[in-house]
């Protein structure tokens, strides 16, 4: 177990490492080896961003008969991170840099600077060597260069011709809708009112009319009977119609309410009766118990005007 941690390990003097069986592996053999994306890209299926650094396990294999300058170039596959898709590239030890083979695009190319600065340095060589050279990549630059400016002067004038708006007519054209808007409102809310008033007046004539059809019954005017003897001439009240009295009217009587009918009975005056007086002293009575005597019936009206405002008098 000491031997588990060593780096040099012993080696007998009899070791022959021509003796060592070697494995028979195939030459196109893979390998899984964990990496980073060497650059963007997007992978074709689902569209997926994959962005330069992303670690993935990726399967490594040499690419078979394909050299440069005697340095191996190495194929990887690995998966896309969101629909599983293959995506394949390799190394070009040429250009220094990497080349996508198959599922995903790149993002940012290093190869197109790399062929744009081939043809500058092709492009130099040819013109110092041959003159006319010259002339003719000037003409076609000059060429383009007025094709560009004729573009852009059309560019410059269809968005002169969109953007000459007129922001204050703009405004104007909003406050007179804002204005017409307003006085339709204003008009609408008068004519409702109109209508309302309408309404209430057909209302108010409908009631005026039927209050008109309907018979008025006569009052009585209680300042026309001035005359003391008009209460004796009013019609009689119906039974059902009560007069509301106290409870202290009906033990003690009203006070002044017939004052005028006492004014109108005159209590006469009669001489004292001899003979009644000796008729009380005696004791003796003559008259029968279901008769009333002479003397209460000559002075029923002497009662009646001194007690007027008694509890049946009050009721007729």
């Not at 293959?86 to 190394?91: A, C, M, Q, V």
């Not at 922001?167 to 204003?186: D, I, T």
């Not at 003897?229 to 202290?248: F, V």
Request: net charge neutral.
């Amino acid at each position: 177990m000491s031997e588990r941690k060593v780096l040099n390990k012993y080696y007998p003097p009899d070791f022959d490492p021509a003796k060592i069986p070697k494995l028979k592996l195939p030459k196109d053999r893979q390998y899984v080896v964990r990496l980073m994306a060497p650059f963007n890209m997007r992978c074709k299926t689902c569209g997926e961003y994959i962005y330069k650094g992303k670690k993935f396990n990726a399967r490594k294999e040499t690419v078979q008969n394909e050299t440069y300058l005697g340095l191996p170039i190495f194929r990887f596959y690995i998966k896309c991170s969101r629909c599983l898709a293959e995506i394949t590239f390799r190394t070009d030890p040429e250009n220094t840099d990497y080349t996508v083979e198959h599922g995903a695009t790149r993002n940012f190319q290093a190869e197109k600077l790399l062929e744009e600065k081939r043809m500058q340095k092709e492009r130099e060589e040819e013109e110092l060597n041959n003159p006319m050279k010259v002339l003719e990549n000037r003409t076609k630059e000059s060429k383009l260069e007025m094709e560009v400016l004729e573009s852009l002067q059309e560019l410059k004038e269809l968005s002169q011709r969109q953007a000459n708006v007129d922001f204050e007519a703009m405004l104007k054209q909003y406050k007179e809708l804002e204005e017409e808007q307003r006085r339709k409102e204003q008009e609408e809310d008068e004519e409702e009112m109109k209508a309302m008033l309408e309404q209430a007046q057909k209302r108010q004539l409908l009631e005026d009319s039927d209050s008109e059809e309907k018979p008025t019954k006569p009052r009585p005017n209680p300042v026309a009977q001035t005359k003391p003897t008009a209460i004796l001439q009013e019609d009689p009240q119906p039974q059902n119609k009560k007069l509301r009295m106290e409870s202290w009217e009906w033990s003690m009587g009203k006070l002044s309410t017939k004052a005028q009918l006492a004014g109108l009975v005159a209590c006469r005056k009669q001489k004292p009766d001899t003979a009644l007086d000796n008729r009380m002293e005696t004791g003796g009575t003559t008259a029968s118990a279901g008769s009333l005597p002479a003397a209460a019936a000559t002075s029923s009206l002497a009662l009646l005007g001194a007690y007027s405002d008694s509890k049946d008098s009050a009721s007729k």
